[in-house]
């Protein structure tokens, strides 16, 4: 086995959760190199790693065949662009571009230098998008009418990452959880027909918005995506209506919170949700039976994305998540900023 010499642009919060052990862990790779202005923090834990001073060397080292763009918002599109002019294969942290345009530049790009270009959405391996996907798979509540997905929060304060709540391109809800949101609605039940949105700024010290509601208009289907940083009581993460009957389910899964832990991704509970994490199935089950009853959730595994790079990359299979899926999470929040600018439903 050739291990996929990867490296990444940062060793941030990301970095260090959600892409380093994993890579490090998978043998079809290597944690080859990092790129760190000043600090040496992926070295102390990962000795052996190669760091670099700036993009530009890491990017002319010809042994890296893999580069993770976890960096800025505002950077992804142009990290990522010259990476692929670099020849390397490219993995771009949600949002995937800050535009359309700039996102159908990158799969040309792709494309013309015969490159794998995938996005990162971890949140599609989430325990709770898992169960719920089976739920709906399945057809347990008949055909669904009416979903509701909320990722809420409670922070007074500002992110540490300021990036994330200083006025410019990509910032702002709609590009920091937005994208989790529309990904999981996309793929549950693809592009919708039109958008209606709803922005603001609800905490006094906001710059940028961190509040949304986003409702997707499908044929006999309305798609209800909520998030907000004032949300001290949770609610329900998934509310599903169906022909036959309801889904609702907490959002629960830890594989977040026991990274920042540092949980060995070995252990054979990894992803395991707690009982308090189980939904609730109230549906008529096989036309005579009602049923009301708490289920057994889908364990979470974040790894399933780097296995499907893997295959992709030297096995030529497709992708875990594509480009074209992270355009069309931009194509719907470029959508919703004109809904929210215009005060009206917008036709996609």
Known sequence: M??????LCSFGMSGWVFHAPFIHLHEGFELYG???????????KYPGIKTFRSLEDMLLDDEIELVIVNTPNYTHFEYAKLALLAGKHV???KPFTNTVAEGEELIALAKTQNKKLSVYQNRRWDSDFKTVQEVVRQKLLGEVVEAE??????????????HKETPGPGAGIL???????IDQALQLFGMPEAVFADTTNLRPISKVDDYLELILFYNNLRVRLKS?????????????????GSFIKPRADVQEADLQ??????????GTEPESGKGLLHTDKDGQNIIREYISSQKGNYMAYYNGIYDALRNDKPLPVTAE?????????ETAFRSVAEKRIVQL
């Open 175 to 181: 590009y920091d959880l937005g994208p989790h949101l």
């Open 149 to 162: 997905i909320h990722f809420d929060r409670f922070s007074e304060v500002l992110s540490y990452k300021l």
């Open 261 to 270: 832990k540092g949980r060995d991704l070995a252990d054979p509970d990894w």
């Open 91 to 93: 993995v771009v942290e």
């Open 325 to 333: 899926d992270g355009l069309n999470v931009i194509r719907i929040i």
């Open 34 to 44: 990092v790129f760190e202005r000043t600090k040496n923090l992926a070295a102390e």
């Open 2 to 7: 050739q291990p996929i010499k990867t490296a």
């Open 228 to 244: 907000g940083y004032l949300v001290r009581e949770l609610l329900a993460g998934y509310i599903f209506h169906g022909t036959k």
